[in-house]
């Protein structure tokens, strides 16, 4: 959603950005890295460009010449994926406080934008079960 206003050296650094998050246990699990190609694929990159940076994750050195904007966008992309199993274990923890750092965002950004995060999964999940109960 947000990663639409990225530019294209953006974007791709996005994804550099999130298989190193995935990666942040060692290794990127298959469905992390088939999560990270659809997404890369519905930001209008090529599978071509994605195969070195699935296979072997580098971590991107351009983070601080990004617009302040796009630096939030980067890490609330990252906290996502790092939350989506509904837990954060302590390397994606220590991985998003380097993230943050890189980005040069404050605690109290990098804080915000993990609770918004956090407020995202909280109110599809009230959804699936208002769905789910019915009226």
Known sequence: ???????SAQKHTLVQVLC???????????VERELIHRYALSLGLSAEALEGT??????P????????????IIYLEA?????LDAELA???VQTLERLADRLGLSRTMAQRLE???QQ???WNAAGLRLVEEGC
């Not at 050195?61 to 939030?72: F, G, Q």
């Open 20 to 30: 190193e998050v995935a990666a942040a246990d060692g290794q990127i699990l298959e």
């Open 61 to 72: 050195d351009t983070l601080e010449d990004y617009p302040d904007a796009a630096k939030r």
């Open 1 to 7: 959603m947000f990663a639409d206003l990225l530019d």
């Open 120 to 122: 995202g999964f909280d």
């Open 54 to 59: 699935l296979v072997q994750p580098q971590r």
């Open 90 to 92: 302590d390397k994606e």
């Open 79 to 83: 906290a996502t994926l790092a939350m």
């Open 115 to 117: 609770q918004h995060v």
